[in-house]
């Protein structure tokens, strides 16, 4: 046990460091982009007609501590984000945590459910496949596991925007109804969101799907053809039985280590089906901060924000496994199972 809780602490230690080291990036990134935060919010007003001096400049890097060494900013910088004080936005004024407010939450609970959808999918169906001696079958599951890595997300997503709006007059779009837009939450709300959810979910679990399955269908052919399995075949066990006591059972490990992977790239696409389906959630907002505004603070913020989810993720993923697989458990465990 005290072995299990040592590499818990490791882990966890790890997950820390790699947190402070995508901060340090990220934080550096922004201060490279050519002129400070100063310097782009004058810039912006001087766009609605205010004209601003040097003086007015300098006035206002040192209001914003941007005068002071860049370690301590990072510093100052990374020890709100820990708590979820990221400052004010660049641009805008306000700060980001009150203007994230919701949006992430809603991102990330969308990619948590195309995940979820995906695995719950391709894991039962990719094991079936490899094991079916079907070729008709196998020839319809490879068909649609192609068409899912073929078929890019934004394309589905308007085929789908154009099916509904000829056939059923409605184009789809957006997470919330007209009258829900700027409600609070209610449970009414509530069910309006679900009631739209489930068209960013099913796109982005469209690809997610078609490459999990793929990967289960491999990893089981991989472990069928094994030793062990031949050798559980000659002591007598067939059938399902077999099929999850080894192969399946060994073959979801490195499934369940790709969550954090499989989530950062769901985000990836997150936000060209956001401006699609004119979602308002942290896709559409890290699209608009990098693309138009330059809020380098905003950006900043919600990268650190799914970093942060998927070292998290990860860190779950490596605690589970190293608990429920034997193998893993017996190297934790220095071979004690």
Known sequence: MADFLRFVGVRAILAVVTLLI??????????????DCAERYLAY???????????????ERARLGLDQPFLYRWVTWVSGAFVGNFGDSCILRVSISQLLGSKFLISAGICFAALFVAYLVAIPVGIYAANSRNPVVNNVLRFVSYLGLALPNFLLALIIMLISTVYFGDSLSGLFSKEFRDAPWSMAKFWDFMSRAWLPIFILGWSATAFALQTVRALMLDEQSKLYVTAARARGLYGPRLLWRYPARHALGPIVNSLGFDLNRIFNELPIVAIILTLTEAGALLLEALARSNDQQLAGAIIFLLTATIVGLNFVTD???????????????????
């Open 319 to 337: 605690i589970a496994l190293a608990a429920l697989d034997p193998r893993m458990r017996n190297s934790v465990m220095g071979g004690r199972g």
């Open 22 to 35: 995508v901060s340090f990036i990220v934080f550096s990134l922004m201060e490279f982009v050519p002129g």
């Open 45 to 59: 007003k001087n766009t609605q007609g205010q004209n601003l001096t040097l003086e007015d400049i300098d006035a």
